[in-house]
C-alpha cells in the first residue's frame, strides 16, 4: 500500500457537494473579484483568528510584503526573519527594499526564539518576523517583550500555522499583523494561490487594502492615492476556502491525532519528531523528523511507496540571492537543514498508514519492532 505525502483528493471529495454549491453560487453573480464571497470570508477568517481585521490577498508571500510596506518599513531597515523558513519570508522583505537579517533557532522546536532574535539585533532593526514552522507557533510572549523593549514591529508569518494557538490565542493573532498562505497544500487550502492578513490595527489593514487594489482610495474605483499592485484575493478562492473553513477544526484535530499516532509509532527509533513546546497546541502541517541518514532514509521510504518532501533543505541565507550577505555562523539550522524530513501528514490519513511508515522506517535503521497495529 502506498502512502502519499499529501492526500488533498480525500479532503475534496469529503465536501465535493459543498464545494460545487459554492461554485456555482458564484458563477450565478458573477461577481468574480471582491464582491460578497469575499467579504464574508474575510469577516469569518478575522473571527476566526481573534482579530478585528481581515485582507484577503492573492497569496502569502504579497501578504508580507504588504504589511512591510503599510508600516513603512524600506531601504535602509533591517527586518530580522529566521533562516530556517521558506525563502518567501525572506524575499518578501528583499522586496520592499529591506535588508533580511538572519537568526539561528532552537534545537528542539527549530523555531526563533528571543534569544536567537536579540544576537542579531542592531541599530537598524525595525522589524521581526516569526515563522510559525510546521504549524507551531513560536514564543510569542518572550519575543513580543523583546520587541517591546526596542520599540519594534512583529509580524507572524503563519503561513503554516492555520488553527494554531499559543497558550489558548489563535495563530495571526499575536502581533501586529499576521500573514496566511491558503497555498493548495496548506492546512487551508484554496483552488490555487490566495492569501490574507490579519490585524487588530485599522489604519494598517486600509494600507494594506489600498495597496492590493492599484492603490484606489476606498469607495472611489477612479481614484489612487497610492501606488499599489493588483493583488486581491479572487471571490472562487474565497467560496473555496468559506467551505473548507467549516472543516479546519475537525481536520486540524484529525492532524493532531495522526501527530500523537507517529509519536507512539517512532518511539524508540533513532529518529526523532520535532519538538511541541508547552504552551503552543500546534496544527500539525508537517510531521518533521530529524535523522543523520536522511537522504538515505528518504529514498528507501520511497522505494516501498511512502512519500515525504524536506522542509527545508537548504537554509535562506545559504540561498544565491543572500550568500553574499555578512552573517554570522547559524549551526543549529545548518545542522537541522541536513537532517530533516517530513513525513506524510493529512487529515484522512490512517493509523494503519502511520504504522506502515514507522515500520518502514524501523526496516530501515533495523530496529527491533513491535507488530503492526490493527486500524481501530
Avoid at 528542539?108 to 526564539?113: D, K, R
Avoid at 507572524?156 to 501586529?176: F, I, V, Y
Avoid at 543549529?332 to 487529515?347: D, G, H, K, N, Y
Wanted: charged share 20%; with cysteine.
Amino acid at each position: 500500500m502506498k502512502v502519499p505525502f499529501l492526500d488533498l483528493l480525500a479532503m475534496h471529495t469529503e465536501l465535493a457537494s459543498e464545494l460545487d454549491v459554492a461554485w456555482r453560487a458564484v458563477v450565478q453573480t458573477s461577481r468574480f473579484v471582491g464582491g460578497p464571497e469575499v467579504d464574508t470570508f474575510e469577516a469569518e477568517w478575522a473571527a476566526f483568528c481573534g482579530t478585528r481585521h481581515c485582507v484577503g490577498v492573492s497569496n502569502g508571500t504579497v501578504a508580507l510584503e504588504l504589511v512591510l510596506a503599510g508600516l513603512g518599513i524600506g531601504r535602509g531597515d533591517d527586518v530580522i526573519v529566521p533562516a530556517n523558513t521558506f525563502i518567501a519570508t525572506a524575499s518578501a522583505v528583499a522586496a520592499v527594499g529591506a535588508t533580511p537579517v538572519f537568526a539561528d533557532v532552537d534545537p528542539a522546536t527549530l523555531l526563533v526564539t528571543s534569544e536567537t532574535i536579540a544576537a542579531q539585533l542592531t541599530e537598524r532593526t525595525a522589524a521581526i518576523i516569526v515563522v510559525h514552522l510546521y504549524g507551531q507557533p513560536a514564543d510569542m510572549d518572550a519575543i513580543n517583550a523583546l520587541a517591546a523593549r526596542r520599540g519594534l514591529c512583529v509580524i507572524e508569518d503563519a503561513a503554516q500555522a492555520h488553527g494554531a494557538t499559543w497558550h489558548g490565542r489563535p495563530a495571526g493573532g499575536l502581533s501586529r499583523a499576521g500573514c496566511f498562505s491558503f497555498y493548495p497544500g496548506k492546512n487551508l487550502g484554496a483552488f490555487g494561490d490566495a492569501g490574507a492578513v490579519v490585524t487588530d490595527d485599522a489604519g494598517l489593514a486600509e494600507r494594506i487594502r489600498v495597496l492590493s487594489n492599484h492603490g484606489r482610495s476606498h469607495g472611489d474605483p477612479y481614484r489612487h492615492d497610492a501606488l499599489g499592485g493588483n493583488e486581491r484575493l479572487d471571490a472562487l478562492q474565497a467560496a473555496v476556502l468559506r467551505v473548507k473553513l467549516r472543516n479546519l477544526p475537525a481536520w486540524n484535530e484529525a492532524r493532531r491525532r495522526v501527530a500523537g499516532l507517529y509519536a507512539e509509532a517512532l518511539a524508540g527509533l533513532p529518529v526523532r519528531l520535532v519538538s511541541v513546546a508547552p504552551g503552543a497546541v500546534s496544527s500539525h502541517h508537517l510531521a518533521v523528523i530529524r535523522s543523520p541518514r536522511r537522504d538515505s532514509l528518504r529514498a528507501a521510504l520511497a522505494e516501498v511507496g511512502i512519500g515525504t518532501g524536506i522542509h527545508y533543505p537548504i537554509p535562506c541565507h545559504l540561498q544565491a540571492p543572500f550568500r553574499a550577505m555578512r552573517r554570522p555562523p547559524l549551526p543549529v539550522t545548518e545542522q537541522a537543514a541536513a537532517e530533516i524530513l517530513s513525513l506524510p501528514m493529512f487529515p484522512h490519513m490512517t493509523e494503519a498508514q502511520v504504522w506502515q511508515v514507522a515500520d518502514a522506517i524501523a526496516g530501515f535503521v533495523a530496529a527491533p519492532r513491535q507488530p503492526v497495529m490493527e486500524a481501530g
